[in-house]
């Protein structure tokens, strides 16, 4: 059965004071026998105390980004083989806020995905449409094109290491969610196209996150729908109450 997984997109917030009074705010609260794996990603500086705080709760630790390459001369950029040596396993790649004010395109995510598998991360690869792709009835077109430029070139062997997390860029930071039907439909869709391009069973067993202004008050429709396996929360994450009753709502 594939795996419900809740994942916090910390973004460019929270100083180390700040991370881990919420880390201990949310091992408090947060129960092991909850239903979903539960992950967090703080800012870089502060992924190794993270890692430190939450070492006995279950609660796993994600980079943010990372450099395709090995290592060299990146000034600034941070690599897998540093973020594996502090105990961080899983990266989110491809958000779109990395694609529009960073310049990542679908060639470049392809080479960190690879960078990532090399060193047997998880990756949480997002991706998702614009307004206007959806206004012109072009997001299952665009969905798909940024699936198979970033990812598609994987091995079988490697999807057991992918989460995805579709994120529909008009509904981040915006307050408007796609509705529990468009989520559905558009992760049906994913998962055919990969049953397409690969095979049913890894297209049944890849978890599908679901992101853009998840709250409280709509994680529970959104998530009950039947290919959504969990979220991706910027936003709501920031806050230990709103994080939790959203990782309870699954
Ligand atoms: P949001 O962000 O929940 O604040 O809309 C989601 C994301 O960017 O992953």
């Given at each position: 059965m594939?795996?419900?997984?809740?994942?916090?997109?910390?973004?460019?917030?929270k100083?180390?004071?700040?991370?881990?009074t919420?880390?201990?705010?949310?091992k408090t609260?947060?129960?092991?026998s909850s239903?979903?794996?539960?992950i967090?990603?703080?800012?870089?500086?502060n992924?190794?105390?993270?890692?430190?705080?939450l070492?006995?709760s279950?609660i796993?630790v994600a980079?943010?980004n990372m450099?395709?390459?090995?290592n060299?001369?990146?000034?600034?950029?941070?690599s897998a083989?540093?973020?594996?040596?502090?105990?961080v396993?899983?990266?989110?790649l491809g958000h779109?806020?990395?694609?529009?004010?960073?310049?990542?395109?679908?060639?470049?995510?392809a080479?960190?995905?690879?960078?990532a598998?090399?060193h047997?991360?998880t990756i949480i690869f997002?991706?998702g449409?614009?307004?206007q792709?959806?206004?012109?009835?072009?997001?299952?077109?665009v969905v798909e094109q940024q699936l198979?430029n970033?990812l598609?070139h994987i091995n079988?062997?490697?999807?057991k290491n992918?989460?995805?997390a579709?994120?529909?860029?008009?509904a981040?930071g915006t307050g408007?969610t796609?509705?529990?039907?468009q989520a559905?439909?558009?992760h049906?869709?994913?998962?055919k196209?990969?049953a397409?391009?690969?095979?049913q069973?890894?297209?049944?067993?890849?978890s599908?996150?679901y992101?853009?202004?998840?709250?409280p008050n709509?994680?529970?429709?959104?998530?009950?729908?039947?290919?959504?396996d969990?979220g991706l929360i910027?936003g709501?994450?920031?806050d230990?109450?709103?994080?939790?009753?959203?990782?309870?709502?699954?």
């Amino acid at each position: 059965m594939r795996k419900k997984i809740v994942a916090g997109n910390w973004k460019m917030n929270k100083n180390l004071a700040e991370t881990k009074t919420l880390l201990s705010e949310l091992k408090t609260k947060l129960k092991a026998s909850s239903e979903a794996e539960i992950i967090v990603a703080p800012t870089f500086t502060n992924l190794y105390s993270a890692t430190e705080v939450l070492k006995p709760s279950g609660i796993t630790v994600a980079a943010q980004n990372m450099h395709e390459a090995e290592n060299g001369a990146y000034t600034g950029e941070i690599s897998a083989d540093m973020l594996k040596s502090i105990g961080v396993e899983t990266v989110i790649l491809g958000h779109s806020e990395r694609r529009a004010y960073f310049g990542e395109t679908d060639q470049l995510l392809a080479k960190k995905v690879n960078t990532a598998l090399q060193h047997e991360m998880t990756i949480i690869f997002c991706f998702g449409e614009e307004l206007q792709d959806r206004k012109s009835d072009n997001h299952f077109s665009v969905v798909e094109q940024q699936l198979k430029n970033g990812l598609f070139h994987i091995n079988k062997a490697d999807w057991k290491n992918v989460v995805l997390a579709y994120e529909p860029v008009w509904a981040i930071g915006t307050g408007e969610t796609a509705s529990p039907e468009q989520a559905q439909e558009m992760h049906a869709f994913i998962r055919k196209t990969i049953a397409n391009a690969f095979d049913q069973e890894i297209a049944d067993e890849v978890s599908i996150l679901y992101g853009g202004s998840v709250k409280p008050n709509n994680a529970q429709e959104i998530f009950a729908k039947m290919d959504v396996d969990g979220g991706l929360i910027g936003g709501a994450s920031l806050d230990a109450e709103n994080f939790t009753a959203i990782v309870n709502a699954i």
